[in-house]
């Protein structure tokens, strides 16, 4: 038999191979500065500690303040001294025998009330009417300018804080009738004030 000759293999062309793709690295990101605290804000925030600083010790002093006892003139005075004909302790006596003296409860409105009118401080207002109460005739102005108003300077600290007052006190003084022996009482407690201080 006669020799088959298979046909030539073909060889496909070859195969190009791309150039290879280069990724390129990411470039690092800058670290973002903080936001610079202008000097203003600073400061600011600097006084803020400060009040907040001071505020503290005013609370401090008007807790020490109200902690400590309440001077009161009737008190040392005492009952067999006292005269039932007087007014002012005659209502001091009422409240020693009904169990009602220093457990007043005055209300916010009530203590500014009495702060305002005698331009005293709301802590020595706080702790008269926490001593006498509320009622009317520590709401009443003539009691106001005498009685309540003595236990209110008696218990001041500062001879500032009593002109201050004096100067209300008198500006309400002139207001009213039959003024004179408020008056003299006035008179009477700044200078025994003034000699004490």
């Avoid at 201050?164 to 025994?192: C, H, P």
Wanted: proline share 7%; glycine share 4%.
């Amino acid at each position: 038999k006669p020799v088959v000759i298979s046909k030539p293999v073909v060889i496909s062309k070859p195969v190009v191979i791309s150039k290879p793709v280069v990724i390129s690295k990411p470039m690092p990101e800058k670290p973002k500065s903080a936001p610079q605290t202008p000097p203003v804000e600073e400061e600011q925030f600097a006084s803020e500690i400060l009040l907040s600083a001071k505020d503290q010790e005013i609370a401090q002093q008007e807790m020490l303040f109200l902690a400590t006892p309440l001077k009161c003139y009737f008190c040392e005075l005492g009952r067999s001294r006292m005269s039932k004909s007087n007014p002012a302790d005659f209502f001091h006596l009422q409240l020693e025998m009904n169990g009602q003296l220093a457990k007043g409860n005055p209300s916010n409105r009530d203590v500014e009330n009495l702060a305002t009118y005698l331009r005293v401080n709301i802590g020595v207002a706080r702790k008269v009417l926490q001593h006498i109460g509320v009622s009317h005739q520590t709401k009443e102005s003539k009691n106001r300018l005498s009685f309540v108003r003595a236990l209110c300077w008696d218990n001041m600290e500062r001879l500032v804080d009593l002109c201050n007052s004096f100067e209300q006190v008198w500006m309400a003084i002139q207001m009213t009738k039959d003024t004179f022996n408020i008056s003299q009482e006035v008179l009477g407690q700044v200078y025994r004030w003034k000699f004490m201080s």
